[in-house]
Every structure is written in C-alpha cells, then in structure tokens.
C-alpha cells in the first residue's frame, strides 16, 4: 500500500482501570509531514505513541501505519518505524558504539554494516569521542542523541519522537532540533510529542493538540493562533494603580496577568485604528503606559485556553461585559 | 552538530529483510538471541560486584560445607566415601538453582529499563529477551561450575568415572540450570519488580535445595522427608550428577532429570513467550 497515509488513528480509545488514558483519538499523519502533538503532562501523548509504536494494545478503536494494523499486522509495523522516547532506551552498561551495534544486528543487518553504521552514526550525533565510554556516564544531552541515533540504524519510514527534548538545557535542546530538522528534509514523517509549544512552532508543520485523551484541536500553528481570535493590543502601564481609570478610558480592554497590563481584542482588519484609538484614549485619560503595542496570541494563548487554563482570561472582565460596542473611530 | 552526507548504501526498511521462510527465521531468531545474550554476558562482567559475589558465593559454599559439615556427614556414606565427594556434584546442582533465581533478578531489572521497549518496538524475534536471558545465565553457571571443580580439586575433589563422566555430569547439572532459568523467567514477568522477583525466588529455591539429596543422604531424613525429597527433581539431577562423578546408579536419575527437564522446558518455554509478548 504505497499511497496509505503515515498514520491514521480511528476512534482509538484506552483505559487503565479507573483511569481514561485515550478518548476517542482520531488522527491522520500524511508522508512527509511533521505533526507535533502538543499536550500537558498525562494528556494522553505517550500512551498514543505506545499504542502506535506496538508496544499497547487499543481498547477499541484501530490505528495503522502506512496502511498496516498496529495490533494485527504489528511485526510489519514495525519494520516501518523508529522510536525515540521520553526516556532514553539505551543500554546503560553497554558503550555508545556497543549500543548502536547491537541494535543494528537487532535490526538484522550484517556484523560489518551494523559496525559501519554505528560509526557513521556516531560521528553524525557528535559522539564519536565518547562512542567507547559507557552510555551511563553521559549527559542527558547525549543520551538523547544516541537514543535518537539508535533509532537510525535503519531509515525508518515514520519516526516517532516522544518528548525528545524534555528535561535538556537549551543548547541540548538546539542540537536535536538540529538533527531532527535534516531528517525531515531528508524525507523522514515525523510524529511529535511535545509539552513545549516552541518546540511544536519550531519542528511541527501541522499542529494537534491533545487533552483528557483527545484531540481538541488541529491545524498549523497559524490556524490555531487565528481560532482563538486574530491581534491584540497590549497595553503596559507604567502604575498599577491607574488600572482602573484606564479601564473606565478603553471600555474594552480585558485585565491582563500582570496587575499593570491590559488587553484589547482587535477586530479584524482594524489593527492601525484600534492601537490608536487605545493610544488616544490613555492619552486623554492622562495614563501613563510603558509600552503598548500589537501583538499576535502565541501558542501560549492558544494552549491555555484550549486546555481550560484560564478561561477568565479570554471573556471580558466584569463592568464592561456589555462593552462590545464600537469604540472611538 | 554538522552532518555527514548520507551513504547511497544506506539501509532502507523496504529491504526484504522480513523474515520469509521458516528457515530463514529461525535462523534469525537465533541471531537475535545471540546478540542479546553476548549484551547479557557483558552487562555481568561490568557489574563487578556481581561478578565478585556471584562467584565468591558458590567457592563459599564448597569450602564452608566440605568443612563444616564433613566431619559429621561422613558418618552416613558409604565406607569409604569422602563428604567432599558426596558434597561438591550437589553443589553445582544447589549453585544451578540459587542462579536461576538471578534470572529473575536481570529479567525484572531489564523490564524496567527502557531499553526493553526499544527492544519491543524493533522488528526482532520476540523470544530473542528471554533466550538471550537464559542462555547467558547457562554460561555463567557452566562458568560458575568449573570455578566450583577448581576449588573442590584443592580440597581432596576427584572425579572418579573419567572424562566422559564429568561431561555428562555437568551437562546434567546445565540441563537443570537452564530449566531453573526458564521457569524464573516466567516467574519475574508475573511480579512486580526485581526485589519481588528475588524474594520469590529465594523462598521457592531455598527449601527446594535443603529438601533434596544435594548435601545429605536421603536416608538420614525423617521419613516423611524422605518420601518427599525422593520425588524432588533436585534430587534427581543431585543423584545424576554424583553418579556420573563419583559412581553409582547414573541412568535412573538421569533419565528422570531428563524428562523432567524436558517436559517442563516444552511448557514452561511457550508460557514465558508469549507472557513477554501480551505484559504491556
């Protein structure tokens, strides 16, 4: 089946006794694409990916990967895919290079091209110093890379990345982003899951957020950003204490998080009209501002209000619920 | 991080490496056995502590008996019959057994590592884990074994049926060893942890071990005992292996060892397998 898409997630539920681990999972990866699945902790990310990479078995539901059942067809499956997961499966006493080698003839390929490959690898994940030291004194950094590596002695088709750079300090970070990068462009259909929303913006080319076991919402993050509505003006002021009386100047503006910030959705298409109706209006109040300005909603904005994370946050604050009318033009 | 450009050779997936003939897996599945049992050998000679205790455990055992015990125990052989001699074949059955409790251990210990996963998401056989498991523990005690004759030879050990006695012997005690670990391979994927498994073990072997012939003549036990201990397969092998070291009646209780070995390795095999293949 060379057209069947990547991975196509039906329905795919799963419980552990008391506990809803998946809901009701729907979910396509085509070839080629990049899909961050971005949830917080106990979403729901890891027990989809066990469940495609064979490792559960779905309650109800069905999931195939290029065409090929995880539970019926799992042999198959998984000669089609890579893991790499939360937490590094690498073998602790065993050096990096012994590591690599061992799981190259797993994946059945010859003593000498299992070797080579180890080599190449090694050298590749900027691990070539440290391939003869056990895998046990390495950073978390480099045990993520030769974790990343092991899933790479053969190409795989579909390669899973279970919250890759989770507990990395940046420049770690940076580094498997880097190698993640070039084995997209290579070619490689990327399956994501992260809990940073930078991380799914930077790799992901579609987006699909996961919460309570389900996705609940899908698309690239500029779809997701436009979903929950287009610019804001953000309004800093330079004293907390004229919050009030700027609020009473811009009817429509929501309480920030800060005690000093204020928020003003923009309609579409008003940017310019509305950062200077807001700028006008402070200026007449006599307000002091430290900064306003134009902004996009990150995926921070995205995520917390698709998550339930602050609801408040997005409905006017009290006194001026009715204060939808059109400001000054 | 630069990279490399990509070999043209790479390996890709649609090579047809699925294994397509019976022939053709069953030599993989040796293969992958192989590979992880050369893992599980290194992991042992990396974990010096085990090393150490492993092997210091069972010479313990030999001198402390032989001299502990020699001086009262000769006194229910044979004429003629040296506590050393009696003693030691029974210890490679005793050192067999208490082994097979370490491959619960390493089996419990694997299962909470990672790595097993990846082992799990590869395209490898799926019994590969517990063959390579077992048979690595196979050779550590086959290992364990020798070391034991070394030392039974500088206290007054002699095999007295030849070369081929002390084979068969040993083959013997291996066949009993290799059981042990299979049936403690099903054991540590049906409890929670590697101190769990230890625990279990110990409590299962420990009696199984004082109830057998392996350090004393059946006939010195009450008779209740010795009905019981009679029908143990401790004693069987303990019987073989004496027998074959020292003389005796070598085929009745090898063949028994034998059967039992085999029967339960033809069921206990298929259990543990497909246990590792449905625990998530």
Same mark, same amino acid.
């Given at each position: ?22 809901? /009701? ?16 902790? /106990? ?52 050096? %990096? ?8 003839? +797993? ?84 399956? +994501?899951?992260?809990?940073? +929303? ?20 899908? %698309? ?9 509505? /287009? ?72 995520? +917390?209000?698709?998550? /339930? ?9 009290? %006194? ?10 | ?16 490496? =699925? ?56 006194? @229910? ?14 210890? *490679?059955?005793?050192?067999?057994? *208490?082994?097979?409790? !370490? ?57 007295? !049926? ?6 068969? @012997? ?27 498994? !230890? ?41 073989? =292996? ?39």
């Amino acid at each position: 089946m060379p057209d069947a898409p990547a991975v196509v997630v039906d329905d795919v539920q799963k419980r552990f006794g008391d506990t809803v681990a998946l809901s /009701g999972v729907d979910l396509a990866v085509a070839e080629g694409e990049v899909l961050g699945l971005l949830g917080p902790n /106990g979403a729901g990310k890891t027990t989809l990916v066990r469940v495609l990479v064979t490792l559960l078995r779905p309650d109800t539901g069905s999931a195939r990967i290029f065409g090929h059942d995880v539970v019926t067809e799992a042999s198959t499956v998984r000669r089609l895919i890579g893991l790499t997961g939360q937490y590094a499966a690498v073998d602790e006493l065993l050096t %990096g290079r012994e590591n690599l080698r061992m799981f190259g003839e +797993l994946f059945h390929l010859s003593r000498r091209e299992a070797a080579r490959r180890a080599d190449d690898l090694l050298e590749r994940f900027d691990l070539a110093v440290a391939g003869d030291r056990p895998a046990r004194t390495y950073s978390g950094g480099m045990r993520r890379r030769l974790d990343l590596a092991s899933s790479l002695l053969i190409r795989p088709r579909l390669l899973f990345l279970d919250e890759p750079t989770t507990g990395l300090d940046p420049r770690s970070r940076s580094a498997i982003w880097d190698i993640t990068r070039e084995l997209v462009a290579e070619g490689t259909t990327l399956l +994501l899951t992260t809990q940073y +929303l930078e991380e799914a913006d930077q790799l992901a080319d579609r987006i699909a957020v996961i919460d309570h076991g389900h996705i609940i919402a899908e %698309g690239t993050g500029d779809d997701l950003k436009d979903e929950i509505g /287009g610019q804001v003006v953000d309004i800093v002021l330079t004293d907390a204490a004229q919050r009030p009386a700027a609020c009473r100047a811009v009817p429509d503006a929501d309480l920030g998080q800060g005690d000093r910030n204020l928020r003003v959705s923009v309609p579409a298409g008003d940017a310019l009209q509305a950062l200077s109706r807001v700028s006008l209006a402070l200026r007449d109040a006599e307000i002091r501002v430290r900064d306003v300005g134009l902004r996009r909603p990150t995926l921070d904005d995205v995520f +917390l209000q698709l998550t /339930g994370g602050d609801p408040s946050a997005t409905s006017p604050p009290e %006194g001026t619920a009715s204060g939808t009318e059109e400001g000054v033009a | 991080m630069t990279i490399t450009e990509r070999p043209a050779e790479e390996p890709r997936p649609s090579d047809p490496r =699925a294994p397509t003939s019976p022939a053709a897996r069953v030599y993989w599945q040796a293969r992958d056995t192989w590979t992880v049992t050369k893992r599980n050998l290194r992991h042992f000679m990396r974990q010096p502590r085990l090393l150490v205790f492993s092997t210091i455990q069972p010479v313990m055992f030999v001198v402390l008996f032989a001299f502990v015990f020699g001086g009262i125990a000769t006194v @229910a052989l044979p004429e003629g019959t040296e506590y050393i001699d009696f003693l030691l074949p029974g210890l *490679f059955v005793q050192s067999a057994a *208490f082994r097979s409790t !370490q491959t619960a251990v390493g089996l419990a210990e694997d299962l909470e590592r990672g790595v097993v996963d990846r082992f799990r998401s590869m395209p490898m056989s799926r019994a590969a884990v517990l063959a390579g498991r077992t048979l690595a523990d196979l050779v550590r005690s086959l290992a364990v074994i020798v070391l034991m004759i070394a030392v039974g030879y500088l206290i007054g050990f002699r095999f007295t !049926q030849g070369v081929l006695g002390a084979i068969g @012997a040993i083959l013997v005690v291996a066949l009993f060893g290799y059981l042990m670990s299979w049936l403690f391979c099903w054991m540590a994927l049906h409890v929670p942890g590697a101190e769990a498994a !230890q625990t279990a073990g110990f409590v299962i072997v420990f009696p199984m071990v004082f109830a057998s012939s392996i350090f004393v003549p059946l006939e010195t036990m009450p008779d209740w005992l010795a009905t019981f201990a009679a029908q143990s397969p401790l004693t069987h092998a303990a019987d073989a =292996a004496r027998a074959l070291s020292i003389g005796g009646e070598a085929l009745r209780p090898a063949l028994l060892t034998i059967a039992w070995c085999v029967g339960l390795l033809a069921i206990v095999i298929p259990l543990a397998v497909r246990r590792y293949r449905t625990i998530t």
